[in-house]
């Protein structure tokens, strides 16, 4: 019997099952692939939603362009009231004494203080303010000179009379009123409890009635101009000699 010489096997026809074998891969791989994306994963797709973005308050957003100057807090030499009551909330807590600065650190004191004090209960914490101003220090042992600094904390300039939390819920007022109160310690300077309808502040004197913001309003000096005495003027200048 004579062996039969094997032929050897069409190139063609090996490079074609190769090829059919890579393109199920592929197909495979693209089906699996396309079925465990969501469709809001895809470049395609756009994102929208009704709620606002979640900020953090105790730091801005993209930082500072320009390192910020100590400067002072803001002043209203103008009669306004703004800042002074309350908006959201049935319980704030409002600042007192006078205008200082106040840093980020102890602004989350207070906040934990206050979630502390309320876990457990139905109720909504507001923050009026937001530490958006940048400090930067140099140094105890550094010379004068040489720049500002380098960063060193977030603070946030508070002006007298200004709300800096609010409370909203179905909480009794003795309890809220102990919280905001542990609260206030936390901070430095001198801290008020205020209510929903409590009467706005303009500088440290509260606004009651018409009559009182009149009174706050009125001018502090005389402006009346003086008006020259053309007559006596005249009796005391003597008259020229005759030429």
């Known amino acids: 019997m ?17 090829t059919r074998a890579c393109c199920l891969q592929s197909a495979l791989r693209a089906l699996v692939s396309s079925s465990t994306t969501t469709p809001t994963s895809s470049p395609q ?19 500072e362009s320009s390192k ?17 009551t309350l908006v959201w909330g049935d319980y704030g807590l409002r600042l007192r004494d006078h205008d200082r600065r ?20 139905k109720c909504r914490l507001y923050h009026r303010v937001s530490a958006n101003i940048g400090v930067y220090t140099s140094g105890n042992d550094q010379r004068m000179g040489k720049g500002k600094g380098s ?3 977030w603070c946030v300039r508070m002006p007298v009379s200004r709300i800096v939390f609010e409370l909203k819920g179905d909480v009794h ?7 905001m109160r542990v609260a206030g310690n936390k901070l430095p300077g001198v801290y008020e409890f205020v209510k929903k309808g409590d009467p706005p502040m ?6 009651a009635d018409a009559h009182a913001e009149a009174m706050l309003r009125r001018p502090r000096l005389e402006m009346s101009m003086p008006v020259a ?5 005249a009796e005391r200048v003597e008259a020229p000699s005759p030429p």
Not at 68 to 84: E, F, I, L
Not at 229 to 233: K, W
């Open 2 to 18: 004579v062996a039969k010489q094997l032929q050897p096997f069409p190139t063609s026809t090996l490079s074609s099952f190769t």
């Open 45 to 63: 797709s756009r994102i929208f939603s009704t709620s606002r973005p979640t900020l953090n308050w105790l730091l801005p957003k993209s930082g």
């Open 68 to 84: 910020s100057r100590k400067g002072r807090p803001h002043v209203a030499t103008g009669g306004s009231t703004r800042g002074t």
């Open 102 to 121: 106040i840093s980020a650190s102890q602004l989350k004191i207070a906040d934990a203080t206050i979630r502390q004090r309320l876990r457990g209960l």
């Open 151 to 153: 960063f060193d904390y």
């Open 173 to 179: 007022e003795a309890v809220v009123r102990d919280a």
């Open 202 to 207: 303009m500088g440290i004197t509260k606004v």
């Open 229 to 233: 005495n053309l007559e006596g003027t």
